[in-house]
């Protein structure tokens, strides 16, 4: 019965879009600045989140919902977790402060070019940062396919 129970709650989840990256938890109904949703994708234009690329893929991207005040700057600092060959939490990429001048809420995105080599296999993060301060914490995953 518990798991039937799990199941329709889960399924409920799905249907009503709730992603893990998506605030679900008091701060998203705040008043002050706050990341609303952020996801990986192949699109910056795109919402659907994917978690895996090929080593080929020309551009990785974090989608981003925030609320923003006038002067709230926003940034995303890519690392190479688990990467053969380089170091854990490796610098990859580094995006410049997105500063918004006035109240409201925006959709953006930052952007994470493929190496010369192509992408490396193994795992990444992307952190994304509001005002100096981490917010949220993105992964993902290249494999050969």
Not at 55 to 80: E, I, M, N
Not at 81 to 91: F, S
Request: proline share 7%; with cysteine; glycine share 8%.
């Amino acid at each position: 019965m518990k798991s039937m129970a799990l199941v329709a709650l889960a399924a409920t989840l799905l249907s009503a879009g709730i992603s893990a990256s998506e605030e679900t938890s008091p701060q998203s109904t705040s008043t002050g600045p706050h990341f609303k949703l952020a996801i990986i994708t192949s699109d910056k234009y795109s919402q659907d989140e994917r978690n895996v690329f090929a080593p080929d893929a020309p551009k990785v991207f974090a989608v981003y919902r925030v609320v923003a005040g006038p002067g709230t700057k926003v940034k995303a600092v890519w690392l190479a977790e688990k990467v053969a060959g380089l170091e854990a939490k490796t610098k990859i990429a580094e995006n410049p402060e997105t500063t918004f001048s006035a109240k409201g809420e925006y959709i953006g995105s930052f952007p994470c070019t493929k190496p010369p080599q192509g992408w490396p296999v193994g795992s990444y993060v992307v952190n994304l940062y509001m005002d100096g301060v981490l917010k949220k914490t993105l992964g993902f995953r290249v494999e050969k396919q």
